[in-house]
C-alpha cells in the first residue's frame, strides 16, 4: 500500500485565496482547529488580480450611497437571476467587512478629510469600491494573510492539491491531497470542509486567469455529490491586453475606466453611447458633456458608458471588431493619456503603468492601450445556501468564486473582493460550529485507497496521451464552442467533443517521477477541467435565451420563464444531470425598490 500521511481537524478550508483564508480566520475566532490547504504559496492568490477595489456602500465619496442601492445594483447587474437573500447580506454586510480589514492593518486610499476613498467602477450608482490605487487585492491578501498565519489553530499546508473529497452516507469527512513538491501523498480527515479555490478560466485559452484556476473545487463538490449552478455563466472582461500575444488575456483593470478612462475605435469614436441597454438608458450618460460631469463628480450625473456592465461592455468591443471599427489587433482602444495627467495616472493607477510599460512597451500615461475580451470571471459555481454557504452535501461548504448565487448572471466589478470577505467569514464561522456540534467520521480506508489509486493513475506504463496536447484540445473547444457567443450547433458539437476528450483524459500519462512533476499535475487538473467544461456547456445549452454572460445568437432576447429558474448541474450513474430548479423570489419591497428608475 502506498504510503501517506495523516492528519486530523475540525475544519479543512482548501483554497487559499482571500475567501479562503477569511473562511480560516472565522474557523479558528469559533475555536475550530483548522487545516488551509495552498494549491500555491501562501499569498499568490488570484486575489491579487482583482485590482480595482472592494464594493462597500461607506458613502465616503457619496453620502447618498447605503446597502440598498449597492442590493440594487447587484440585482439589477445579475440581470435578476441572482440569490436575493445573498445580495442583501452582501451589501449590508460589506462595509463591516471593510472596516474589519481596515482594523488589521489594510491601507486603503483616503479622501481629504481621512476616510477610506472611493472610486467610480461599472454598474455601481456611485462612487463605491474601496481601493488602493489599482493593487486592491494585493492589499487585501497581505491583510488577512497576516492574520491568519498568527491564528494559533491554523496549520497551513503550501503547495499542496486536493485530488479527492472523501464522503460517507452523504456527509464530506476528509480529503486526499498531495504535495507539488515531491508528491507524497496526505490523508486530511474532517468534521467539515470549505471549497474555496476560485474559478474556471484555464479552460480557456484567452484568461486572465493564473495557472490555479482549474475548476478544482467545481469538479471536487460535483464527484462528491454537492449541486451546481449556473455554469452557463461566465464573464469575459472586456479589457485584458491585446498586445503582444505573449499576454494577451492579461487583465487590464476596470479602474482605468473608473478614473475616467474612454473606449474608442479605430475611427477615434467613442462607440459605448451606441450600446447604451433601455435597462440601464435612465442612469446613462448620453453624450459627451454628461460623461464628463460624472468625471468632475458633479452631483446626480449620468455614469459614463464605459461604466456600463462588463457583459455589456465585451460585447460591444466585439461586434465593434466584427464590423470593421477594431484596433490593429483586434480590439478596441482605451484612452486615459487624454483624460488625466500623468502623474495622475501614476498615482492612481501604479500597477498598469507598470503592466503595460514592461509587457508592451507602451506608456498609457501617452499613448492609448489596446484591449479586448478576456476569460475572467465565474459567477456559477457550488450551490449554497445564503446566510451558511452550506452546500448540498452535508458537511461541505463553500465561498467566493466556487460558490453561486451572489453575481446571478453577471458580476459588478468590485463585488468579488467584498463577496469573498462577507461569505468567507459566513461560511468559516458556520464550518466551524457545524464540525464542534458533530462527533468525527473516520476515513473508510477502502475508499481512500481508491482515490490513491485515482490520483496516481497516470503513472501508469500503458498510458500513452500527452497531457499537453490534450490541454490546448480542451481551450480550442471551449473557445469555439462555448465562448462570448453560442448557439445549439455550436454547443450541441462542443459537448460531442468534451464527451470524447473525457475518455482519452483517462490515458493521459505522466512522465517521470512524482517530484515537480507539472505533466502529473496537469493529468489530475485536465479531469476538473474537462468536468467543469461539460458542466458549462450542458447548462449553456438548456438556457435558451442571453442574459448576462451567456449569450445565444439563436435565442438573443431574455425569456422570462427563464428568468425565473436556476440550472443545476447533478451528478447521477450516468453523468451529469440537467435540472431547471424555481429561483427564490425576492420580497415584494424589495422587488419594487429594484425596478424603480432611479434611486
Same mark, same amino acid.
Given at each position: 500500500?502506498?504510503?501517506?500521511?495523516?492528519?486530523?481537524?475540525?475544519?479543512?478550508?482548501?483554497?487559499?485565496?482571500?475567501?479562503?483564508?477569511?473562511?480560516?480566520?472565522?474557523?479558528?475566532?469559533?475555536?475550530?482547529?483548522?487545516?488551509?490547504?495552498?494549491?500555491?504559496?501562501?499569498?499568490?492568490?488570484?486575489?491579487?488580480?482583482?485590482?480595482?477595489?472592494?464594493?462597500?456602500?461607506?458613502?465616503?465619496?457619496?453620502?447618498?450611497?447605503?446597502?440598498?442601492?449597492?442590493?440594487?445594483?447587484?440585482?439589477?447587474?445579475?440581470?435578476?437571476?441572482?440569490?436575493?437573500?445573498?445580495?442583501?447580506?452582501?451589501?449590508?454586510?460589506?462595509?463591516?467587512?471593510?472596516?474589519?480589514?481596515?482594523?488589521?492593518?489594510?491601507?486603503?486610499?483616503?479622501?481629504?478629510?481621512?476616510?477610506?476613498?472611493?472610486?467610480?467602477?461599472?454598474?455601481?450608482?456611485?462612487?463605491?469600491?474601496?481601493?488602493?490605487?489599482?493593487?486592491?487585492?494585493?492589499?487585501?491578501?497581505?491583510?488577512?494573510?497576516?492574520?491568519?498565519?498568527?491564528?494559533?489553530?491554523?496549520?497551513?499546508?503550501?503547495?499542496?492539491?486536493?485530488?479527492?473529497?472523501?464522503?460517507?452516507?452523504?456527509?464530506?469527512?476528509?480529503?486526499?491531497?498531495?504535495?507539488?513538491?515531491?508528491?507524497?501523498?496526505?490523508?486530511?480527515?474532517?468534521?467539515?470542509?470549505?471549497?474555496?479555490?476560485?474559478?474556471?478560466?484555464?479552460?480557456?485559452?484567452?484568461?486572465?486567469?493564473?495557472?490555479?484556476?482549474?475548476?478544482?473545487?467545481?469538479?471536487?463538490?460535483?464527484?462528491?455529490?454537492?449541486?451546481?449552478?449556473?455554469?452557463?455563466?461566465?464573464?469575459?472582461?472586456?479589457?485584458?491586453?491585446?498586445?503582444?500575444?505573449?499576454?494577451?488575456?492579461?487583465?487590464?483593470?476596470?479602474?482605468?475606466?473608473?478614473?475616467?478612462?474612454?473606449?474608442?475605435?479605430?475611427?477615434?469614436?467613442?462607440?459605448?453611447?451606441?450600446?447604451?441597454?433601455?435597462?440601464?438608458? #435612465?442612469? =446613462?450618460? !448620453?453624450?459627451?458633456?454628461? %460623461?464628463?460631469?460624472?468625471?468632475? *463628480?458633479?452631483? &446626480? @450625473?449620468? $455614469?459614463?458608458?464605459?461604466?456600463?456592465?462588463?457583459?455589456?461592455?465585451?460585447?460591444?468591443?466585439?461586434?465593434?471588431?466584427?464590423?470593421?471599427?477594431?484596433?490593429?489587433?483586434?480590439?478596441?482602444?482605451?484612452?486615459?493619456?487624454?483624460?488625466?495627467?500623468?502623474?495622475?495616472?501614476?498615482?492612481?493607477?501604479?500597477?498598469?503603468?507598470?503592466?503595460?510599460?514592461?509587457?508592451?512597451?507602451?506608456?498609457?500615461?501617452?499613448?492609448?492601450?489596446?484591449?479586448?475580451?478576456?476569460?475572467?470571471?465565474?459567477?456559477?459555481?457550488?450551490?449554497?445556501?445564503?446566510?451558511?454557504? #452550506?452546500? =448540498?452535501? !452535508?458537511?461541505?461548504?463553500? %465561498?467566493?468564486?466556487?460558490?453561486? *448565487?451572489?453575481? &446571478? @448572471?453577471? $458580476?459588478?466589478?468590485?463585488?468579488?473582493?467584498?463577496?469573498?470577505?462577507?461569505?468567507?467569514?459566513?461560511?468559516?464561522?458556520?464550518?466551524?460550529?457545524?464540525?464542534?456540534?458533530?462527533?468525527?467520521?473516520?476515513?473508510?480506508?477502502?475508499?481512500?485507497?481508491?482515490?490513491?489509486?485515482?490520483?496516481?493513475?497516470?503513472?501508469?506504463?500503458?498510458?500513452?496521451?500527452?497531457?499537453?496536447?490534450?490541454?490546448?484540445?480542451?481551450?480550442?473547444?471551449?473557445?469555439?464552442?462555448?465562448?462570448?457567443?453560442?448557439?445549439?450547433?455550436?454547443?450541441?458539437?462542443?459537448?460531442?467533443?468534451?464527451?470524447?476528450?473525457?475518455?482519452?483524459?483517462?490515458?493521459?500519462?505522466?512522465?517521470?517521477?512524482?517530484?515537480?512533476?507539472?505533466?502529473?499535475?496537469?493529468?489530475?487538473?485536465?479531469?476538473?477541467?474537462?468536468?467543469?467544461?461539460?458542466?458549462?456547456?450542458?447548462?449553456?445549452?438548456?438556457?435558451?435565451?442571453?442574459?448576462?454572460?451567456?449569450?445565444?445568437?439563436?435565442?438573443?432576447?431574455?425569456?422570462?420563464?427563464?428568468?425565473?429558474?436556476?440550472?443545476?448541474?447533478?451528478?447521477?450513474?450516468?453523468?451529469?444531470?440537467?435540472?431547471?430548479?424555481?429561483?427564490?423570489?425576492?420580497?415584494?419591497?424589495?422587488?419594487?425598490?429594484?425596478?424603480?428608475?432611479?434611486?
Amino acid at each position: 500500500m502506498e504510503d501517506f500521511e495523516e492528519k486530523k481537524y475540525d475544519v479543512l478550508v482548501v483554497g487559499a485565496g482571500g475567501a479562503g483564508i477569511r473562511a480560516a480566520i472565522a474557523a479558528s475566532d469559533e475555536g475550530a482547529t483548522v487545516c488551509l490547504v495552498s494549491k500555491s504559496l501562501l499569498g499568490k492568490a488570484h486575489t491579487v488580480m482583482a485590482e480595482g477595489g472592494a464594493a462597500a456602500a461607506l458613502g465616503n465619496a457619496d453620502e447618498r450611497d447605503n446597502w440598498k442601492a449597492h442590493f440594487r445594483d447587484t440585482i439589477r447587474g445579475g440581470k435578476h437571476l441572482n440569490n436575493w437573500k445573498m445580495a442583501k447580506i452582501h451589501a449590508e454586510q460589506a462595509p463591516e467587512r471593510i472596516m474589519e480589514l481596515e482594523k488589521w492593518g489594510a491601507v486603503f486610499d483616503r479622501t481629504k478629510d481621512g476616510k477610506i476613498n472611493q472610486r467610480n467602477f461599472g454598474g455601481h450608482r456611485f462612487p463605491r469600491l474601496a481601493h488602493v490605487g489599482d493593487r486592491t487585492g494585493l492589499e487585501i491578501i497581505r491583510t488577512v494573510q497576516d492574520k491568519v498565519i498568527h491564528q494559533e489553530n491554523v496549520d497551513i499546508l503550501m503547495e499542496c492539491t486536493v485530488s479527492k473529497i472523501l464522503t460517507e452516507k452523504n456527509q464530506a469527512i476528509g480529503a486526499l491531497a498531495y504535495y507539488r513538491n515531491n508528491g507524497k501523498l496526505v490523508s486530511i480527515q474532517a468534521k467539515s470542509i470549505i471549497i474555496a479555490t476560485g474559478g474556471i478560466g484555464k479552460a480557456y485559452r484567452v484568461t486572465s486567469n493564473s495557472w490555479e484556476y482549474t475548476g478544482d473545487g467545481h469538479a471536487l463538490a460535483y464527484l462528491a455529490g454537492a449541486d451546481l449552478q449556473d455554469m452557463e455563466f461566465i464573464q469575459f472582461h472586456p479589457t485584458g491586453m491585446v498586445w503582444p500575444p505573449s499576454v494577451k488575456g492579461t487583465l487590464v483593470t476596470e479602474g482605468v475606466r473608473g478614473e475616467g478612462g474612454i473606449l474608442l475605435n479605430n475611427k477615434n469614436e467613442r462607440f459605448m453611447f451606441n450600446y447604451i441597454p433601455e435597462a440601464f438608458a #435612465a442612469e =446613462t450618460a !448620453k453624450n459627451e458633456e454628461e %460623461a464628463n460631469d460624472w468625471l468632475k *463628480g458633479v452631483k &446626480g @450625473a449620468m $455614469r459614463p458608458p464605459e461604466l456600463l456592465t462588463r457583459d455589456v461592455v465585451a460585447k460591444a468591443i466585439m461586434k465593434e471588431v466584427k464590423e470593421g471599427r477594431g484596433s490593429p489587433h483586434g480590439g478596441a482602444f482605451l484612452d486615459i493619456a487624454n483624460r488625466q495627467t500623468s502623474d495622475y495616472i501614476k498615482k492612481k493607477l501604479p500597477s498598469m503603468y507598470h503592466q503595460f510599460k514592461e509587457l508592451g512597451d507602451l506608456d498609457i500615461t501617452t499613448e492609448p492601450m489596446e484591449v479586448g475580451p478576456t476569460t475572467h470571471y465565474m459567477m456559477g459555481g457550488i450551490r449554497v445556501d445564503a446566510e451558511t454557504g #452550506a452546500s =448540498t452535501l !452535508k458537511g461541505m461548504y463553500a %465561498a467566493g468564486e466556487a460558490a453561486a *448565487g451572489l453575481h &446571478g @448572471a453577471n $458580476r459588478l466589478g468590485g463585488n468579488s473582493l467584498s463577496d469573498l470577505l462577507v461569505f468567507g467569514k459566513i461560511a468559516g464561522t458556520s464550518a466551524a460550529i457545524f464540525a464542534l456540534n458533530n462527533k468525527e467520521r473516520a476515513i473508510n480506508r477502502d475508499e481512500l485507497n481508491m482515490a490513491i489509486n485515482e490520483t496516481l493513475e497516470s503513472f501508469g506504463n500503458d498510458k500513452k496521451e500527452n497531457p499537453y496536447h490534450l490541454h490546448e484540445e480542451l481551450q480550442d473547444i471551449m473557445e469555439n464552442h462555448a465562448g462570448i457567443v453560442r448557439d445549439e450547433k455550436d454547443l450541441t458539437k462542443g459537448i460531442e467533443k468534451l464527451k470524447e476528450l473525457d475518455k482519452r483524459v483517462d490515458n493521459a500519462k505522466a512522465f517521470g517521477n512524482r517530484a515537480y512533476n507539472p505533466s502529473w499535475h496537469l493529468c489530475l487538473d485536465l479531469k476538473n477541467m474537462i468536468i467543469t467544461s461539460l458542466a458549462v456547456t450542458e447548462a449553456a445549452k438548456e438556457r435558451r435565451e442571453s442574459r448576462g454572460g451567456h449569450t445565444r445568437l439563436d435565442y438573443p432576447d431574455y425569456d422570462s420563464e427563464l428568468g425565473m429558474l436556476n440550472i443545476i448541474i447533478r451528478k447521477s450513474i450516468d453523468g451529469i444531470n440537467v435540472i431547471k430548479s424555481d429561483k427564490k423570489t425576492m420580497p415584494d419591497d424589495l422587488d419594487e425598490f429594484v425596478h424603480k428608475e432611479a434611486i
